[in-house]
């Protein structure tokens, strides 16, 4: 079996771990498919993050093993369910809930829009990630119960609890409008949740092809400087390990900051020259000294968003993108003008003969449009799905698991159109 991606492995490292490990004094961590921590004061814990609704029993567990100090104070830093889908379980009488002003909003339009997500969800991650990681938190009664916040703050919020002074700063370049930072000052310790996306050093997604508002890359330049301005030591993060060191942080969110900054600069120049937006995505590379992992991001697909943030889904290509009729309305017509379904199949082989994948599945689309079970068009329409996954290398997971769930369709149609009698290859 092929490995996974690298982000896969890092959402469920978690799996089995039953105790929580200590990132400093006091502050201790448990993983799952997003970590939450736990900070003991004197006057009971503070809690960042509250993890997934199906993995809270762990995190409990794992929380008992090293601190007896009820909850106190919980934090979020964004308002995606894996952050804050145990929070029924950890909340209490006296309980304070402290968010960021846009938490409503971003709830808002998940809630408005789960089925939406979770359809999208469910084909990328379903093959390792437990149904209902988005879904709404539900109560130990299985009741739905979104979190209830106690403090709502715009920019930055400061407050102590029992000796530990706690800064929340808003960093809405994070994935969430609501993100947020918190800031343990006296030790050096800063809990960014998914400002960077899930991956430390990889390209941040700008868009995430699951579905999601497009992220400002400027807004998410200013937030990366909010996180270096503070010089941190330590950053825990919403997935994986804590990283440490002032010196080697600095460096990392430099380069990060640098390498979204250079894209966007470069894009806006080619939009400013009259190129277009896939003339763009295809030569915008950064120079070797700012190029980052592409676990999760990737750089073209920053280009679009970019693009896209500011001219919006209008390219001035075609006058058809203004009105309800789709492009692919007059595929059955093209097929039909070039022969039929299995001249389109031929003239896509020969593309991924030529190591072409995109253009054969261009006019796969075309041919299986008109005959979805055109054993020809969809054995082509395999072999270029596999190239595109070959020249992935299986290093971004969205990416990968897209083109699997594809393959995985494609080749049972082959096999249901031989079966029913479909063209001998």
Known sequence: MTANPPLAALITAGVGDETATQVADGIFMSRGISNCYLVQTDAGALLVNTGSAHEVDRHRASFAAVSDAPV???VFTQGHSDHIGGWPAFNGPGVETIVQANHDDVRGYWT????FYATRAAKLWSS???????????????VASEPVPTVRFDDAHTFELGGRRVELLSVPGGETTDSLLVWLPDEGVVFTGNLMGPMYGHVPNLYTIRGDKTRSALEFVRSVDRLRALGPETITTGHGQPITGAEPIAAD???????????????????????DLFTLMREITPPAELTLGEGHGKVMWNVRAVWEEYAGWFRYESTTDL????????????????????????RAAAYAEQGAPLEALHLTDIALAADPANDRALEVSTRALEQLLDRSGRANLSETRWLETELTATREAVDAALDSGGTTR
């Open 112 to 115: 408005r829009l789960a089925p």
């Open 72 to 74: 106190a104070t919980i």
């Open 128 to 142: 390792f990630v437990p149904q209902g990681v988005q879904s709404t938190p539900t109560s130990a009664t299985g």
């Open 253 to 275: 969110l430099t380069k990060l900051r640098d390498a979204v900054l250079w894209v966007h600069d470069r894009t806006v120049e080619g939009m400013n020259a009259g190129t």
């Open 323 to 346: 009105y309800v009729v789709p492009q692919r309305a007059v595929w059955t017509d093209l097929a039909e003008l070039a022969g039929g379904s299995d001249a389109l199949a031929a």
